[in-house]
């Protein structure tokens, strides 16, 4: 098994196998940068109702192909046919949304349940045409390389490349439109031109991947790498290569697994390997990940803890608090029958009198909504500049001998 | 039409309108709030729940499979919530990301264990098989005051009855707080109503009609009926009270023309097979839809200016 994977990975577990690999990474980097741009206008879920309208497509693609003599089962006369009901699709959700009152969420799921509803009444059709033809167009749903024909995954990988070179050529226009339209459109933008070019992207994607992950999946793979390379980055040049990075090693990785094993489904191993991907970035994303949450909770817990207590003992209180002690004990500012050091009485004298200007200037600012900013926390500062609080300093008639330098906290 | 229609046709019809009916009154309230895709993400999730249920019992058997549905229900919704918070992505994306895996873990759990000797596949999951659910032992209309054939009534029927019954209920006694925190949640939370108990209750109703449907009729019909009568009705009227009647109406009129057109309409145009029904309840309450967008009265947005 380990040593198949591996045959796999290395491309050498024959040539098909090696084929659909490599167009499994090219549609992953494909549908994960192009998604990027769906993502970040908060359309994902479109690339669902997509996805599931190309079904009827297929069966009436596959009972044209039969009717006028022809083998069924080509694929690029399958994937013509999904084309143009996907298209049909996409229009039904914008007419929908913008014609009636109907949210687009409803539109989304109307198109997405009647599409695919349409389509199992073809496929029953098709069973019920001529046994023999039957084999095949389930594939479409789930996704099968098993049996893959070698023009079949000369499609896949012609078609991925080509995909991953237009979102070279688009990136600049579609990163402006994603971002911000408005401004887009100022800078000569044609923003319905570019939203047309991504949701035409997202089309290829789709139908590029029919065959490999099948229409119920295929949606994961435009959403999953954005999601998870989003949590890693604010800036969209890099959350559009990052998606796409992820997405390629999703598709490498999870098509190289499915071929070194039986039963093993590509389509639900490249999406389960994304989650794998996206489950270990919220763990550990720098700005959102759990553990970076839990850090900065930690860290805030500590400051307030930290603040208060001054504060209390520089009041000449004493502490009952276990955690306040525990935190002033571990910077050194009390000793061990909770009284100030030499080093605490600095600080808590240095915080004693950072309130004390925060009452002056709350004050003198009553009106402006700068008092709303006064949490107890925050050394003042950070917030006023040196000449206001000298200004401070001036009216509370008490020249500052304490520190200055700024530690307020 | 007698002996023959209530052996075959008279079950597998009232299931589909059961089915359709306790699918469409949740989706009224989820159209509204803007979470009609909810719907579509449990039937998704259904699938791994049922599997796991199976796994663990190794026996089809109604109650674990429930049970199994409904607990991934839960745990996706839990997911999704989680990631939405975390993460602090769009709820789209959150409910796109958590439903295809769980989908996909659920294909993948099918596909490693061993399930030749059990009817429990993929497509079994989305097409259902309506038109099996037959009352073998009804030998006509009097079979209807017969106990022993009674017995024998197909137990879909009688659990969707139940689901349905149920779900009516739950509507009529949460009426009042129910709609107020659909349309004016702040306003709800001010009077005193728990609106997140409401929101997560809607939802888990939402999963035990979507899980009880789904059993029987695959969840092509449980998305469908999700959405399509509500938001047709939601065209036809500005009164919830009303938009409840009329999405009732379309989903009973989705099941019963559906299901007769799947079983006849190929026969009428020559064919002899009859289609999928449940693709076929999916396509015509989809018509319905597409025609209330082209006629029905309140299909504008209010304010939209005449002639658009």
Not at chain 1, 9 to 21: C, E, S
Not at chain 1, 38 to 66: C, E, Q
Not at chain 1, 98 to 123: K, Q, W
Not at chain 2, 123 to 132: F, Q
Request: with cysteine; glycine share 10%.
């Amino acid at each position: 098994m380990v040593s198949a994977f591996l045959d796999a990975l290395l491309l050498q577990a024959g040539y098909n196998a090696a084929l659909v690999a490599v167009g499994a990474a090219l549609l992953g980097i494909a549908a994960g940068s192009g998604g990027t741009f769906l993502f970040l206008r908060k359309r994902s879920l479109l690339s669902d109702a997509l996805a599931h309208s190309t079904l009827p497509g297929v069966g009436i693609a596959f009972i044209l192909m039969v009717a006028l003599g022809g083998e069924g089962r080509n694929l690029l006369g399958l994937l013509l046919g999904s084309t143009v009901s996907a298209t049909i699709g996409l229009l039904a959700v914008d007419w929908i949304t913008n014609r009636t009152r109907l949210a687009e969420d409803a539109a989304i799921g109307a198109v997405l349940s009647v599409f695919f509803g349409f389509g199992v009444v073809l496929l029953t059709v098709i069973q019920t045409m001529s046994s023999g033809y039957q084999a095949g167009l389930e594939g479409f749903l789930l996704g099968s390389t098993a049996g893959m024909l070698f023009g079949d995954a000369i499609v896949i990988t012609i078609g991925g490349a080509l995909i991953v070179t237009v979102v070279l050529l688009l990136r600049r226009p579609m990163t402006l439109v994603a971002f911000d339209p408005e401004f887009a459109a100022a800078s000569g933008v044609n923003v319905q031109r570019v939203d047309l070019a991504m949701m035409g992207l997202v089309m290829a994607v789709t139908i590029v991947g029919l065959k490999l992950v099948g229409l119920v999946l295929i949606v994961a793979l435009l959403i999953i790498p954005p999601a998870t390379a989003r949590l890693w980055s604010n800036r969209t040049e890099n959350v559009v290569l990052g998606a796409g990075l992820i997405g390629g090693v999703s598709g490498y990785m999870g098509a190289a697994l499915s071929a070194s094993a039986p039963n093993l489904p590509t389509g639900p191993i490249i999406v389960l390997m994304s989650f794998a991907l996206f489950a270990l970035s919220l763990l550990f994303a720098p700005a959102r990940g759990v553990f970076a949450a839990l850090l900065s909770r930690r860290r805030f817990r500590n400051r307030l803890h930290r603040r208060q207590g001054l504060l209390a003992l520089a009041h000449g209180g004493s502490i009952q608090d276990r955690m306040t002690r525990a935190v002033l004990r571990r910077e050194g500012f009390i000793r061990g029958d909770a009284t100030l050091t030499e080093a605490g009485k600095a600080a808590a004298a240095r915080v004693q009198h950072d309130e004390r200007r925060w009452a002056m200037a709350r004050q003198l600012h009553q009106l402006d909504g700068f008092s709303a900013r006064y949490d107890s926390l925050r050394p003042i500062d950070s917030v006023l500049t040196r000449d206001q609080i000298a200004e401070i300093d001036r009216r509370m008639g008490d020249p500052a001998f304490f520190d200055r330098s700024g530690d307020g906290s | 039409m007698g002996a023959e229609f209530v052996q075959l046709s008279l079950t597998p019809l009232l299931i589909g309108i059961l089915a359709a009916i306790a699918c469409a009154l949740p989706g009224n309230f989820l159209i509204l709030r803007r979470q009609a895709l909810v719907g579509d993400a449990i039937s998704h999730v259904a699938l791994p729940g049922i599997v796991v249920a199976f796994l663990i019992t190794g026996t089809v058997s109604t109650w674990p499979m429930l049970l199994g549905a409904a607990g991934a229900a839960v745990v996706a919704v839990v997911l999704i919530e989680g990631i939405k918070r975390i993460a602090r992505i769009e709820p789209g994306a959150a409910m796109g990301v958590v439903f295809t895996s769980l989908f996909a873990a659920g294909v993948l759990l099918l596909e490693q264990s061993d399930t030749s000797g059990v009817h429990l596949d993929v497509e079994h999951a989305l097409y259902g098989n309506l038109e099996s659910l037959v009352w073998f032992s009804a030998e006509g209309w009097n079979s209807l005051v017969d106990p022993v054939a009674l017995a024998d009534l197909p137990p879909e029927l009688v659990r969707m009855a139940s689901v349905a019954f149920v779900i009516s209920l739950l509507l009529a006694i949460f009426w009042r707080p129910l709609k107020l925190s659909t349309f004016d949640e702040g306003f709800a939370n001010v009077i005193g109503i728990p609106t997140r108990v409401f929101s997560f209750g809607l939802v888990i109703c939402a999963a035990v009609a979507a899980v009880a449907a789904f059993d029987a009729v695959g969840s092509i019909i449980v998305i469908a009926m999700f959405i399509c009568p509500p938001a047709t009705a939601r065209l036809m009227t500005n009164r919830l009270e009303i938009q409840v009647l009329w999405s009732v109406l379309f989903a009973v009129l989705s099941a019963v023309l559906g299901y007769v057109l799947a079983g006849y309409g190929p026969m009428w145009l020559g064919g002899e097979n009859a289609v999928s029904a449940a693709g076929m309840i999916a396509t015509i309450s989809g018509v319905i839809l597409g025609i209330a967008c082209l006629i029905a009265p309140h299909r504008k947005r209010v304010g939209t200016p005449k002639g658009l």
